[in-house]
């Protein structure tokens, strides 16, 4: 099958090239700057092949340089679905980025910015990504970071290993119940962490932050069976808190001093467990090329919900004792 396209020259006589050519010539016209000529070509292959990834890819290109980003994001995102093609995933991922950065949408334009790298061709084209991710990152307000995590576990809730114990002096046997020994299953963690960056400076910064990550579990049956009454949220853990951190470069040539404030709960098996107050100064000195000294000033508060204070790395067990018969 073969397009007629006319040049927007003073040529009488139309051109005509068949289906296989259209993309490469579409790209010759952007390089040109003749896009409605990249348009018209772009839109007459799609309507002969409406399923076809690249001249998908060919009219999203040259909607993305006619300002036109909507409709360019969504021929690249569709691009990027019905291919298996890394080369065309790398080149629609990549255009979709940059619709969303000429659109202003700095966030999803470095998602997409990641897709991008994991199709690049090859390892030099890939290292050219990462600049320009780190462009956008500079650029965007937002700064967002996720993490999940699914972990088997053989001691949920820190449980003994004996089932039975001797108190020193006294002539009792006493055995610890089931939930006081190793419960095992799954540990399923997630975990969100925000900053949007509200004013800055040539020698300051000033960001609000936010984080939330939690823990929970799902039981195994042996430990079901160990344990009939207890739940996997027994012995879930969450934290949630908000922040305002500022950034200051005290002195010329040396590395920002930053000032943070910290609000933040914690709950442990769905219920209320603390509260905590902090405010913190920090300062990295740079010894060397690898080597650096970083010196913290904190004061914190923590109120406890009716239950006895923990150790942050120590999770709060659950466990009952009974004398045996």
Known sequence: MALTATQSTA?????????????????????SGQLTAAREIALAALRAAPDNPRFMLSLARTETRLGN?????????????TTNDPQIKFYAAQTVAQAHTSAGNLTRAQLWLRRARQF???????????????????QNSWSTSLSFGITPTSNINNGSANSEFVLPGLPYILTISGDGRPLSGIQISGGADFRYRVLTS????????????????????????????AK??????????????????????????????????????????????????????????????AVRALAQKTVYFGVEPVRPEDEP?????????
Do not use: C
Request: proline share 5%; aromatic share 8%.
């Open 232 to 293: 996997g949220s027994d012995y879930s853990y969450g934290v949630l808190s908000f922040g305002l951190s500022h950034r200051h470069i005290l002195a010329k040539g040396a590395n920002p001093t930053e000032f943070a404030l910290r609000n933040s709960r914690t709950w442990y098996g769905m219920d209320p467990y603390s509260r905590t107050i902090d405010g913190s100064v920090t300062h990295i000195w740079k010894l060397g090329e690898t080597d650096s000294l």
């Open 120 to 138: 690049a061709p090859n390892a030099e084209i890939a290292e050219r990504v990462a600049p320009d991710f780190g462009k956008l990152r500079a």
């Open 202 to 229: 040539e020698n300051s910064a000033t960001f609000l932050t936010a984080s939330a990550n939690a823990l929970t579990y799902t039981l195994s049956q042996s430990a079901r069976a160990q344990a009939p009454s």
């Open 11 to 31: 040529q009488t006589e139309p051109s005509r090239l068949s289906l296989a050519d259209a993309p490469q010539a579409v790209e010759n016209l952007i390089g």
């Open 317 to 325: 067990t659950k466990t009952r004792i009974r004398q045996s018969a």
């Open 69 to 81: 980003y909507a409709s360019a994001i969504a021929l690249g995102r569709k691009a990027y679905r």
